[in-house]
């Protein structure tokens, strides 16, 4: 398992709620996110190996996760916005007939609903994380490939829509959708998106 990429989960996790509670009182509190993102990653060093892969099950609301963290090679790399898909088969409240398609067509529709006012849970928590694009920098999300792993046809009949068509993504993203969306706010311009890419091993 790459510590790299477990560390990236867990401190998004220890750090989300301070994240979301400064995002919706003020902007001037961001040294507040600095400094919570640099207490958690001072536990998270001393916090053994073994250790961390249990937090990663209290975390997870299934093994899904722990098992693809410890099963797959990763890789930080710059990972290409034009080979992206997002998770399946839900994120937060936006449309399954949206969330089906690539992440570069997921990306428009959240700006479109943005400007429009949408009053959407997960447009309005998007749109807040844009506004700290440096600190999202330093959170590299969760990339998977192949991406067929998470486009099965068993995957979407949890909610009975797998006769949806499904952009055929080299890869697709684990966790941070939410905060790779917003960095595409942030910028429309970006092409490449800071990730962990989890491989066979």
């Known amino acids: 398992m790459e510590d790299g990429a477990l560390d990236a989960y867990l401190l998004w996790e220890f750090s989300k709620k301070t994240v979301q509670n400064t995002l919706e009182t003020s902007l001037a509190g961001t040294e507040d996110i600095v400094r919570s993102m640099t207490i958690a990653r001072e536990l998270l060093a001393e916090v053994s190996p073994s250790a961390k892969v249990k937090m990663v099950r209290l975390f997870s609301p299934s093994s899904q996760r722990a098992r693809l963290l410890e099963e797959k090679r990763w890789v930080l790399e710059e990972y290409p ?18 969330i089906v398609k690539s992440f570069a067509e997921v990306a428009d529709f959240v700006r479109q609903q943005a400007a429009s006012g949408s009053a959407s849970t997960s447009v309005r928590y998007i749109c807040s994380l844009s506004r700290i694009p440096d600190i999202l920098q330093m959170i590299p999300i ?40 917003a960095l595409a706010l942030a910028d429309p311009n970006r092409t490449t998106i800071p990730s962990y890419v989890g491989r066979a091993a």
């Open 81 to 98: 916005v034009s080979r992206l898909g997002t998770v399946l088969p839900y994120m937060g409240d936006l449309p399954i007939e949206e």
């Open 142 to 181: 969760m990339v998977i490939e192949p991406g067929s792993e998470q486009r099965r046809p068993d995957v979407m009949k949890e909610r009975d829509r797998e006769d949806l068509p499904i952009f055929p993504a080299e890869g697709y993203i684990e966790d941070g959708n939410h905060r790779a969306l």
